[in-house]
């Protein structure tokens, strides 16, 4: 059976409807960078998606070709993650969405290097005849974070987020997003395919013990 990092790794992927404190370790990601209104038709976030599944089943699929990856075990492609910001905002601000920046992801199994990733966009763009170059390596700490599984329309978000943030004050945290550390979301439900009050979302914040 194929291992699957949702089934694998529940801390990080199936929180509870609930917050709760999780320290998140280093992990490598396939990345796409950009800006602008995710629902807009065309949209940046719309090409990075496409993007990112293309070197992510170009890896997933190497076991069938000549480049065989040291290490390789049969898995499920990870979810689709997303880290946003909006400049001069802690947080985000949903009404004003064509202000979003965002770094979309989908994490890499620790069996592929850097020379597998090299590899991948070369053989994508050589297969689909398509330019892959704003994919990028990135490996990233998140730290410590407050989770928690949003159940409903992304734009109602904000109800979930005012529940992790009283949950962390409770817990002695506070905030702690910056220029490095980012609104996060995962997204375990396709959007196309699944009506908007039942998409599950882990919405994460990094934060930090308060000083007393």
């Known amino acids: 059976m194929a291992f699957d990092y949702k089934k694998e790794y529940k801390e990080f992927y199936m929180p509870k409807n609930k917050p709760g404190i999780v320290d998140v370790p280093p992990m490598n990601y396939l990345a796409v960078r950009g800006s602008g209104n995710p629902n807009e038709e065309g949209s940046e976030y719309k090409q990075s998606i496409g993007l990112l599944y293309g070197i992510a089943f170009t890896i997933k699929m190497s076991k069938k070709g000549t480049h065989q990856i040291e290490g390789y075990f049969d ?4 979810p689709l993650e997303g880290f946003w910001w909006q400049d001069g905002v802690k947080g985000i601000d949903y009404a004003h969405k064509e202000d979003f920046r965002f770094i979309s992801v989908i994490r890499l199994p620790d069996f592929v290097t850097k020379e597998d990733f090299t590899w991948a966009v070369g053989e994508a763009e050589n297969k ?8 990028e390596w990135l490996t990233y700490h998140e730290g410590v974070c407050v989770q928690c599984m949003h ?7 904000p109800k979930t987020v005012r529940l992790m943030h009283d949950y962390m004050e409770e817990q002695g945290y506070e905030l702690d997003i910056t220029d490095s550390r980012y609104h996060h979301e995962i997204y375990l439900s396709d959007a196309r395919k699944v009506a908007s009050e039942r998409l599950k979302t882990v919405v994460r914040h990094p934060v930090r013990k308060k000083v007393q």
């Open 151 to 157: 159940i409903g329309a992304y734009d109602d978000e």
């Open 75 to 78: 898995y499920v492609v990870p």
């Open 128 to 135: 689909k005849k398509t330019d892959f170059s704003k994919v």
